[in-house]
């Protein structure tokens, strides 16, 4: 496509980013309707702590490539909503661990079938092949923009 017939709509940076938009949206639908209080921010942040509890507000910022005040209003979020604390880090004072409480833990399961629900809606008729071929462009994509 040439620079004077340029169509927006069109465009790879245009329909990765509503696509990731839909998806974003089918997915807190989905924590939505099976009574999961949950942003799909939160769950990174969620799935993150079932891999390892207890990780660094810093660490969670990389781990979901976010920055660091938008990391703080998640948490400070997810404490009032009871699904993870924080504890002064046994070293440095000046940091915060951050650990998922009993009512976190709790939604584990029930957060992973709707993320796995997700994927299924959004692969729907799609084969396989034909997804490990989209997966691929994907990666080659990431590599371009971060290499």
């Known amino acids: 496509m040439g620079k004077s017939n340029y169509i927006l709509a069109e465009s790879i940076g245009y329909k990765i980013t509503n696509t990731a938009r839909l998806i974003t949206n089918r997915l807190n639908?989905?924590?939505k309707q099976n009574n999961l209080p949950v942003t799909n921010e939160q769950w990174a942040i969620m799935i993150r702590l079932w891999e390892e509890d207890g990780l660094t507000q810093n660490?969670?910022?990389e781990l979901t490539k976010k920055d660091s005040p938008s990391i703080s209003r998640l948490i400070n979020n997810m404490v009032k909503r009871?699904?993870?604390t924080r504890v002064p880090h046994p070293?440095?004072?000046r940091t915060n661990l951050i650990f998922l409480t009993a009512t976190g833990?709790?939604?584990q399961m029930s957060m992973i079938e709707q993320a796995q629900n997700t994927v299924d809606q959004i692969s729907n008729?799609?084969?396989k092949e034909?997804?490990?071929v989209f997966l691929k462009v994907l990666n080659k994509i990431?590599?371009?923009l971060t290499d």
Request: glycine share 4%.
């Open 105 to 107: 833990k709790k939604m």
């Open 125 to 127: 008729g799609i084969d």
């Open 59 to 61: 660490n969670l910022a």
């Open 82 to 84: 009871d699904l993870v």
């Open 130 to 132: 034909e997804m490990d």
């Open 29 to 31: 639908k989905n924590f």
């Open 91 to 93: 070293v440095d004072k």
């Open 142 to 144: 990431d590599q371009n």
